[in-house]
């Protein structure tokens, strides 16, 4: 059984990816650029993709193709329609960092609510050994405790950081953009502009549909308090970029943090990149899902995909 997997970079360096040379004859691409796709995939059985497009023109011309592997939750990377109609049977992973996702919001947040990066420099500076008291005051921060900590989308991952805040003394609440209401011991508020208007944070955790694309303009940011902190870890498209500098440099919230972008990697001319007071924007290259912990449950995912493939084949 020949494997193929199209962008391994996306996974770096993890022990059990060694683990497709038990299952067939594997070929590990680092990444793959669209042009390459075809000529890579023409003789697999099997083949891997976190990122990497398949499209219904490459499938059909691939007549050994029988399983494409998504190394991620989103199936949107492959012609789903054309898949099934060729009988092609294509497997993701749920459910793998939900612990990874709610953690990095967490970091991202205290680190900017903290001013860290400041205090951090601060100390290392040699300003604090000038100092005549023990303390600096420079930058002041608030509790989460006693705070309204609002939750854009409440499936597992929002589940997850909601119990964090919960622990931090946080009142949570969340919001479903889609009008589904949860069993969970959290209120729901039915109103987007009631939600943005009352929270303390608002932490964004819904996928990326008709519901929430482009959801969270600047007339909707506008709504939220001027203390307010905003946080994305679930998908760029649903915080339109431009209206979010323009709502940090007019100063109508204090902070946002950002792990996810509408393009991935972003443009050297991108807003965020232009906001004028840069300590108000805290960015990462789309890392909360990444800890080590969950890139190997994903791997193991995708080898229990194949494993399972191959259990069904062989009957």
């Known amino acids: 059984?020949?494997?193929?997997?199209?962008?391994?970079?996306?996974?770096?360096?993890?022990?059990?990816?060694?683990?497709?040379?038990?299952?067939?004859?594997?070929?590990?691409?680092?990444?793959?650029?669209?042009?390459q796709t075809l000529a890579r995939i023409q003789t697999a059985e099997v083949v891997i993709s976190n990122k990497?497009?398949?499209?219904?023109?490459?499938?059909?011309?691939?007549?050994?193709?029988?399983?494409?592997?998504?190394?991620?939750?989103?199936?949107?990377?492959?012609?789903?329609?054309?898949?099934?109609?060729?009988?092609?049977?294509?497997?993701?992973?749920?459910?793998?960092?939900?612990?990874?996702?709610a953690q990095q919001a967490?970091?991202?947040?205290?680190?900017?609510?903290?001013?860290?990066?400041?205090?951090?420099?601060?100390?290392?500076?040699?300003?604090?050994?000038?100092?005549?008291?023990?303390?600096?005051?420079?930058?002041?921060?608030?509790?989460l405790s006693?705070?309204?900590?609002?939750?854009?989308?409440?499936?597992?991952?929002?589940?997850?950081?909601?119990?964090?805040?919960?622990?931090?003394?946080?009142?949570v609440v969340y919001f479903s953009a889609s009008g589904q209401s949860y069993t969970a011991d959290f209120e729901r508020v039915e109103s987007l502009d009631v939600f943005l208007q009352t929270c303390d944070v608002v932490s964004i955790h819904a996928p990326l549909n008709t519901h929430t694309d482009n959801l969270l303009t600047y007339e909707k940011l506008a709504q939220m308090k001027p203390s307010a902190l905003l946080l994305n870890t679930s998908?760029?498209?649903?915080?339109n970029e431009a209206d979010l500098v323009k709502a940090l440099d007019d100063e109508l919230i204090a902070g946002a943090v950002i792990d996810v972008f509408m393009q991935e990697p972003i443009p050297p001319t991108h807003p965020y990149l232009r906001v004028k007071h840069q300590e108000k924007l805290l960015l990462a290259?789309?890392?909360?899902?990444?800890?080590?912990?969950?890139?190997?449950?994903?791997?193991?995912?995708?080898?229990?995909?194949i494993r399972d493939y191959v259990a069904q084949k062989g009957k």
């Open 235 to 239: 998908r760029g498209g649903i915080v």
């Open 106 to 143: 967490f970091a991202m947040l205290l680190s900017l609510l903290h001013a860290t990066d400041y205090y951090n420099r601060y100390v290392h500076s040699g300003e604090y050994s000038q100092e005549l008291i023990f303390t600096h005051l420079g930058r002041p921060y608030w509790e």
């Open 146 to 171: 006693g705070k309204r900590f609002g939750i854009l989308g409440l499936g597992a991952i929002g589940r997850q950081t909601a119990r964090i805040a919960q622990a931090f003394g946080a009142e």
């Open 1 to 35: 059984m020949n494997i193929v997997f199209l962008d391994t970079r996306t996974m770096g360096d993890i022990p059990n990816l060694l683990q497709l040379h038990d299952l067939g004859t594997v070929i590990l691409h680092p990444d793959t650029q669209p042009d």
């Open 285 to 305: 290259p789309h890392i909360a899902w990444s800890s080590m912990e969950a890139r190997l449950r994903l791997m193991d995912g995708v080898l229990q995909n």
């Open 52 to 101: 990497v497009k398949i499209s219904r023109e490459m499938m059909a011309a691939c007549p050994h193709l029988k399983l494409i592997c998504v190394a991620a939750t989103g199936m949107n990377n492959v012609d789903l329609p054309a898949a099934a109609e060729l009988g092609i049977q294509v497997k993701n992973v749920k459910g793998y960092s939900t612990d990874s996702v």
